[in-house]
C-alpha cells in the first residue's frame, strides 16, 4: 500500500525551515519527487527525512496555484521542467504552423486515421480490453463487426474520438459529456441503461491497481450535478488566474477520474475530455499523437500519479507532470514513425514509377511485398486511405486490371484482392 507523507505536527517545522531556500532543497525538489523517494534520502547535518519533506512542501506552498471544485480543494505548483516542456509543445504541437514540417501533406489523412486507431486501441486496452494491436487495427479498417466486449470497447472509442473532432471548437457542456460516455460505452456495461447516465449511488469504489486496495472513494453521487457544472466553467472560461491551456486539460482529465460520475468508463471518457480540449485550443498535432499508448506503457505510474495527487493533498503537480513527460514520450514516438514512413516511402515511390498506378496504389503493393497474405476489402481501403468507396474501388480494381491482385468473391454479397500469381514476376520485371 502506497503509504502517505508525514503532516506537519506545528505551523512552521524549525528544521524544515532551516533549509528550505538552499540549493540542495531546491535541486531535490526539481524533479518534485513524492514522499516515497524522500523518506530514503540520505541527508546532510543528520537531518531527518521528515524535516526535508516538510522543507519541499514549503517550498512547494510559495508559489502553488489553488483551485476548487464543489468542496474539493486542489492545487498545483509550476516547476522548471514544466515550463520547459509547455515551452517546447508550444513550438511543437501547437498553432496553425507549427508542426506541419512533420506532417507530409500528401499523406496526413492516413496517419491521422493510423494515430486515432492506436489511441483507441490503447485507451480501450488500458480499461481491459483483450486483443491484440493487429487484431483490434484490420476490425477497424475492415469495419468489421465487433465479436467480444474489448472489440466494442475499441470500436466505441475510435468513433467517439472521431466525433469529438467533429465538435472540437464547441463549448463544453453535460449534455455533450452524457452523450460522449454513451459513444464510449454502448453495449460494453453490465447494465446497459447506465451508458451516458451519470450515477445515482454510492456504491462503487476505485481499486489500486498495484496493490488491489481501495485506493480512492469518489464523491458522493448527490454532489456530481455541483462538481461537474464547476467543471463545465473551468473547461469553458478563463479565471483570474492564466493556466496554461496544456494543464488545464491535464487537470479537466484528473477531475473527470476524480469524480468518476459514472458506474463505468470514467477513463476513457476523462481522456477523450483531454483530447477535445487540447484540440479546442489549438494543439492540433495530438490528432497525430498515441498519448494512450505511453500511459498504457507506463500504466503503473499514471495509477500512481492519481495516488500521489490525492494523499499530498491534492497536488495536481504529480499528475500534470507525469502527463506531460508522457506527452514528450508521445511526440518523440510520432517523429521515429514518420521517419520510418518517410523511409519506406522512398520505396514506394520507385513503385509509383510504374505506368499507370498512383501513389496509393503503390502502397497497396508495397503491403503485398510485405505481408503476402494480406486481404483487401473495398470498407478497408477507404478507412487506410481515408477515401471514398468509389475512389477504393477503382484504385483495386486497376491493380486487377495490371495484374498485381486478383478478385474473389468471399460471399454473395463481398469482394476480396489478394496478391494474384503474376505478382512477383511483375515486381521482378520493373525492378
Known amino acids: 500500500m502506497l503509504e502517505r507523507p508525514p503532516k506537519s505536527k506545528t505551523p512552521e517545522d524549525l528544521d524544515a525551515s532551516k533549509i528550505v531556500f538552499t540549493s540542495d532543497i531546491q535541486d531535490l525538489n526539481s524533479e518534485y519527487p513524492y514522499w516515497d523517494k524522500v523518506k530514503y534520502i540520505q541527508t546532510k547535518d543528520g537531518l531527518n527525512n521528515e524535516s526535508l519533506w516538510f522543507a519541499l512542501k514549503f517550498l512547494r506552498r510559495l508559489n502553488k496555484t489553488d483551485l476548487k471544485f464543489g468542496k474539493y480543494k486542489f492545487s498545483f505548483t509550476m516547476t522548471d521542467e514544466m515550463f520547459e516542456l509547455l515551452h517546447y509543445f508550444d513550438m511543437n504541437i501547437g498553432g496553425s504552423l507549427t508542426g506541419e514540417h512533420l506532417i507530409p501533406s500528401e499523406n496526413k489523412n492516413a496517419y491521422l486515421v493510423s494515430s486515432i486507431m492506436e489511441e483507441a486501441i490503447a485507451s480501450s486496452q488500458m480499461e481491459g480490453a483483450a486483443t491484440t494491436r493487429k487484431v483490434a487495427k484490420d476490425m477497424l479498417r475492415k469495419s468489421e463487426k465487433p465479436q467480444n466486449k ?5 470500436l466505441n472509442n475510435y468513433l467517439t474520438i472521431n466525433r469529438i473532432k467533429e465538435i472540437a471548437n464547441t463549448d463544453f457542456s453535460i449534455q455533450q459529456l452524457l452523450e460522449i460516455h454513451r459513444s464510449m460505452t454502448e453495449n460494453t456495461l453490465d447494465n446497459e441503461a447506465d451508458a451516458g447516465k451519470i450515477r445515482e449511488h454510492d456504491n462503487i469504489l476505485v481499486m489500486d491497481g498495484i496493490t488491489g486496495d481501495i485506493a480512492h472513494t469518489p464523491p458522493h453521487y448527490e454532489e456530481l450535478e455541483k462538481l461537474l457544472a464547476d467543471l463545465e466553467f473551468f473547461f469553458n472560461k478563463n479565471g483570474k488566474a492564466f493556466i496554461h491551456p496544456i494543464i488545464k486539460g491535464i487537470i479537466v482529465h484528473f477531475m473527470l477520474a476524480y469524480f468518476h460520475p459514472f458506474v463505468d468508463g470514467n477513463g476513457r471518457t476523462a481522456r477523450s475530455l483531454f483530447y477535445w480540449y487540447m484540440l479546442k485550443n489549438g494543439y492540433w498535432l495530438v490528432e497525430y499523437m498515441s498519448i494512450s499508448r505511453i500511459i498504457y506503457k507506463t500504466k503503473k505510474m499514471y495509477e500512481k500519479s492519481f495516488l500521489y ?15 506531460l513527460r508522457t506527452m514528450k514520450k508521445a511526440f518523440a514516438e510520432l517523429k521515429l ?14 513503385l509509383a514509377n510504374i505506368k499507370n498506378i498512383n501513389p496509393r496504389q503503390a502502397q497497396i503493393i508495397k503491403i503485398v511485398q510485405e505481408k503476402p497474405n494480406s486481404c483487401f476489402l473495398v470498407k478497408e481501403i477507404e478507412n487506410r486511405f481515408s477515401v471514398g468507396n468509389q475512389t477504393a474501388r477503382t ?8 495484374g498485381y491482385l486478383s478478385e474473389i468473391q468471399i460471399n454473395k454479397r463481398k469482394t476480396a484482392f489478394i496478391k494474384s500469381k503474376e505478382f512477383d514476376a511483375k515486381i521482378l520485371n520493373f525492378s
Do not use: A, P
Not at 474489448?150 to 475499441?154: A, E, K, P, R
Not at 495527487?309 to 502527463?323: A, G, I, Q, S
Open 150 to 154: 474489448g472489440q466494442q470497447m475499441i
Open 309 to 323: 495527487t490525492e494523499y499530498d493533498d491534492n497536488d495536481l503537480t504529480y499528475f500534470v507532470l507525469y502527463n
Open 337 to 350: 514513425y514518420l521517419k520510418r514512413k518517410t523511409e519506406e516511402n522512398s520505396s514506394i515511390l520507385l
Open 395 to 402: 484504385d483495386l480494381y486497376g491493380l486487377v486490371e495490371l
